[in-house]
């Protein structure tokens, strides 16, 4: 008995100039049935990456090695038709840019029932129907005159909801979350994330929720995982993890973090920047920005190892950290 | 891909009332066509002060400019031509005339063919019509498509040998094309005449549109107009080619361009099935900056090819243009000229129509 999305020991490479660049590395991860999973990490870290790998949208000529598995079914050897059944009703994913993922030509409307009309074999008027239902669930206003608009007449959080709608339509057992409420204001956003709360726990969504914000996670999701340079670093129930991270990386993080309930603005920045794929320093990844580098990290890549109850770290000084919190 | 919303986070709260301000506006097009075509008619009336410049600027005597020898040799047509013209009053009164003679359709005489330019352009501008718009219909489709092609199998070999052949297309002489197309199908194969408009022992159909295939339909002979849609087919054939050559890049550099798209990427990530994301959602997208191209192929296709037409004995514009220039005949210069700026601000008004029509973000600006 399998968890509806399993990723195991995932890797990903794109071709670059210099032969294949190393994006993904050794990710495991794994989305229960009706469970709210967090991810989160810095920008470039490959958050968006592994949701691109799980709907089978990875550039052309990108390599994958290990497993993705929905509902027991191995995806990353899919067909085309083996994908377009997953993709919107197995899988659906709301994009990290709303305003590039909805296509300026199409109306509203047109974007929001096409899949649904394929996947659930709906006519045009049920389609619709459902179509004005979803927007009103994501509080649009007006559900009837926006499905005859086109996407540049709203502004950029309206065409987040219009996207989440989207997502949503086609009734989807895992939703993908990329930073969804990113241009959102903090009234939306709670809004958005009651919604989706709700959606788990009526109709069994599954919700993989990306974001470089760990406040939004605490107040949502009951597992995280944190990601750097392509790596998961540190796993586990998220009050956990947020109150007493076992990775320096983690602890940096929420360092970060912005107090107040206000998003996008980091306080204490954490030196330096995350190292480009490619140019990954030996041993921890994190070693050019630690605090507590030590000769060790230098040596080998730290693995995922326990680090209290349902809880993994990649750290040499996981127990330490323990032990100090 | 992974750049981040520019949007104000603000902007979600202050445009709560949602699409309603815009929307507001009944007839979003109506006020977009009305706006172009009082820039269409502006550059009509500019081009107009241009023609009329240009015969201002002509060097020596207006008179002996514009009326043949033997007209000259006869004082009563001196004086006439002086006074139509209303050539011993002031400059801008000139230019009033010429006006009120343009809208009347009166744009003088020809010193070659000593018929009115009118006329003239009446008989050659419909057969350059009837190359232009079969032409322009099929490179349309076929440009479309194999532009299309080539971007969705970027790098791969279809995408290289397309470049190949629209590079080759681009590339090649068009007269030296209908040479090799005339020498092949009509000297070796036998297969099409070898120019012209019909064919010896025919006469042409009752003018209704001046294009003959579309005459003899019109009038129910058959045996005419094919033998006129006989004679299309090979200039057709060589200005296709090269129209294909230069949509083809176009479509494919376009097509690529939105393929890097999210909106792509979301539309597969829906589980649509290929067809339906390249149909509705690449081609649409892919289209709108090709408008202006074709816009522009057409225009040229519109103002004749004085080669093509030359090779193939086609009595198209280009052809007279051509004869026009090299006899110096003024008033028959002037009105092709006149024409072909006329074209080019009718496209430009129509590509700018299709803008609109295609793309919502500039209807309901
Ligand atoms: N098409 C591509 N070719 C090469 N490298 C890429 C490509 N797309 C992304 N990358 C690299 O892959 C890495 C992971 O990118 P990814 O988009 O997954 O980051 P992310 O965690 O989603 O970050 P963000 O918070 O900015 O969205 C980045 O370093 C990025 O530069
Ligand atoms: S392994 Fe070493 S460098 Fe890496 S996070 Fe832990 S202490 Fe820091
Ligand atoms: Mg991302």
């Known amino acids: 008995m399998g968890a509806l999305l399993d990723i195991d020991r995932l890797a990903v490479a794109l071709p670059g100039p210099r032969g294949p660049l190393p994006i993904l590395h050794d990710v495991s991860l794994t989305v229960g049935e009706g469970e709210l999973v967090g991810i989160a990490g810095e920008s470039g870290c490959g958050k968006s990456m592994t949701a691109q790998t799980v709907l089978g949208l990875l550039p052309p000529g990108a390599k994958t090695t290990g497993s993705a598995r929905f509902d027991g079914r191995e995806l990353l050897t899919l067909d085309r038709k083996g994908w377009q059944r997953v993709r919107g009703r197995g899988i659906a994913m709301v994009f990290q840019d709303p305003t590039a993922a909805l296509h300026p030509m199409l109306t509203v409307g047109t974007q929001l029932t096409e899949h649904m009309r394929i996947h659930l074999g709906m006519n045009r008027k049920a389609a619709q129907r459902r179509a004005v239902d979803l927007l009103d669930q994501v509080r649009l206003p007006d559900p009837e005159r926006a499905l005859r608009a086109y996407p540049h007449q709203f502004s950029g959080g309206m065409r987040q909801r219009v996207a989440i709608a989207g997502a949503l339509a086609a009734q989807p057992r895992l939703l993908i979350a990329d930073e969804p409420t990113t241009a959102l204001d903090v009234t939306v956003q709670a809004g958005i994330l009651a919604l989706l709360d709700r959606l788990r726990r009526d109709t069994g969504l599954a919700v993989a929720f990306i974001t470089h914000d760990l406040g939004v996670l605490s107040a949502l999701t009951a597992r995280s995982y944190v990601f750097y340079a392509g790596r998961v670093v540190e796993a586990g129930p998220t009050g956990a993890l947020l109150t007493g991270p076992r990775h320096p990386y983690t602890a940096a993080l929420l360092g970060a973090r912005p107090h107040g309930g206000q998003t996008g603005v980091a306080l204490t920045p954490i030196p330096g920047s995350p190292p480009a794929p490619g140019e990954l320093p030996p041993g921890c990844a994190f070693s050019t920005r630690c605090a507590h580098v030590r000769d060790e990290c230098r040596t080998a890549v730290p693995p995922l190892h326990p680090a209290g109850p349902d809880r993994t770290s990649a750290c040499v000084i996981r127990t330490e950290l323990e032990v100090a919190a | ?365």
């Open chain 2, 1 to 365: 891909m992974t750049t981040r919303t520019t949007d104000n986070p603000g902007a979600a709260t202050t445009a709560a009332p949602g699409p309603r301000p815009r929307l507001s506006h009944r007839h979003p097009m109506l006020a977009y066509l009305a706006k172009r075509l009082v820039i269409t008619a502006g550059l009509l009336l500019g081009v107009t002060v241009l023609t009329f410049g240009l015969v201002q600027v002509v060097p020596g005597d207006p008179v002996t400019a514009n009326l043949s020898d033997q007209a000259l040799n006869d004082p009563a047509a001196v004086a006439a031509f002086r006074a139509k013209w209303g050539l011993d009053q002031p400059v801008y009164l000139q230019y009033w005339h010429y006006l009120q003679h343009l809208l009347s359709g009166d744009l003088g005489t020809s010193q070659q063919t000593g018929r009115a330019v009118v006329e003239d352009l009446l008989h050659y501008v419909p057969a350059t019509m009837e190359l232009a718009i079969p032409t322009m219909l099929l490179a349309l489709l076929l440009g479309t498509g194999i532009g299309m092609l080539a971007a969705v199998r970027n790098g791969r070999l279809t995408d290289q040998l397309i470049r190949v052949g629209a590079l080759l297309g681009l590339s090649t002489p068009p007269f030296w094309l209908s040479l090799v197309v005339l020498y092949l199908f009509f000297y070796q194969l036998g297969l099409s005449p070898s120019g012209g408009r019909l064919s010896p022992g025919f006469t042409p159909p009752d003018t209704v549109t001046g294009m003959y295939t579309v005459d003899a339909a019109l009038s129910g002979q058959w045996e005419l107009a094919w033998d006129a849609a006989q004679h299309l087919v090979l200039p057709v054939l060589v200005l296709t080619c090269l129209t294909v050559a230069i949509l083809v890049r176009f479509v494919r550099s376009s097509m690529l361009e939105v393929l890097q798209h999210d909106y792509i990427k979301a539309a597969y990530a829906k589980g649509l099935p290929t067809s339906l994301v390249l149909r509705r959602h690449l081609l649409r997208a892919g289209l709108v900056p090709v408008i202006t191209v074709s816009g522009l192929a057409f225009a040229s296709l519109l103002s004749g090819t004085v080669l093509v037409e030359n090779i193939f004995g086609w009595p198209g514009l280009g052809q007279y243009a051509y004869r026009s220039a090299s006899a110096l005949d003024l008033p028959a210069i002037l009105g092709a000229s006149l024409f072909v700026a006329l074209v080019y601000t009718l496209v430009n008004l129509a590509v700018d129509l299709l803008y609109g029509l295609i793309d919502p973000r500039i209807r309901l600006q």
